[in-house]
């Protein structure tokens, strides 16, 4: 009865690889985020969506690209893995799309690229 | 800089004992945002208080907000070893759609 969760929960990659990472919630929330945590535990937010229209694209790579193929799912793929993507990425729900809101966090995937 | 700045970085005390972490930020908010990182874990979220409200407990955790000052603190008292974590604020974004969250107080309670 985990309310956000991601899959997998640790992802150990060799540069150059694509990978992706899977959320799910069941909160029944409209609003679903990708945020990247560095070395220094400072939060950055990637990307979000709103009933599967993206909302907030951040200035990130476009090797970075999300995918909502419904509410209850934000998927993250990564194309040609760089060593400075190494990092701990979380998934959030809301229900509302405005940054006042309270959210969710699943329990994250560490990335690690050798 | 960030909007939503915590200090101290880090904190380390006894438990039993009281920790005070303070949040600055820079534009006008609604409401501000309390949350808990445990160690190899997801943020849960504590506490919200609004604008209007300049105070707000829950359990051991009180939270006072200035709106003047635009800061907040958060208090945990009678600390226990198993508060250790990271604690952020969190604002929204004035007329965006972000959450704006601080780089975090590292609190360390030694049992």
């Known amino acids: 009865d985990t309310a956000v969760s991601q899959t997998p929960k640790y992802l150990v990659t060799q540069m150059g690889n694509d990978k992706s990472i899977k959320c799910e919630q069941n909160l029944g929330h409209d609003t679903m985020y990708w945020y990247k945590q560095d070395s220094k535990k400072f939060l950055k937010i990637m990307f979000s969506?709103?009933?599967?229209?993206?909302?907030i694209n951040e200035t990130v790579p476009n090797r970075f690209s999300p995918k909502s193929p419904d509410k209850a799912h934000l998927n993250l793929h990564i194309n040609s893995l760089e060593l400075g993507d190494s990092a701990v990425y979380f998934c959030a729900s809301s229900q509302d799309l405005r940054g006042w809101d309270t959210q969710y966090f699943g329990p994250g995937t560490r990335l690690t690229v050798l | 800089s960030q909007q939503g700045e915590e200090d101290p970085q880090a904190l380390s005390i006894q438990e039993g004992e009281n920790a005070t972490m303070n949040c600055s930020y820079k534009t006008s908010i609604n409401n501000l945002q309390w949350y808990r990182q445990n160690s190899g874990r997801g943020l849960v979220h504590l506490i919200l208080?609004?604008?209007?409200?300049r105070e707000k407990h829950s359990g051991r955790l009180r939270v006072t907000l200035d709106t003047s000052k635009k800061s907040s603190s958060l208090l945990i008292t009678a600390s226990r070893a198993a508060d250790t974590a990271s604690y952020f604020c969190?604002?929204?974004?004035?007329?965006?759609?972000?959450?704006?969250f601080g780089a975090g107080t590292r609190l360390f309670v030694k049992a």
């Open positions: 969506y709103n009933n599967k229209e993206l909302i």
């Open positions: 969190a604002t929204p974004e004035a007329g965006g759609f972000k959450t704006i």
């Open positions: 208080i609004r604008s209007n409200e």
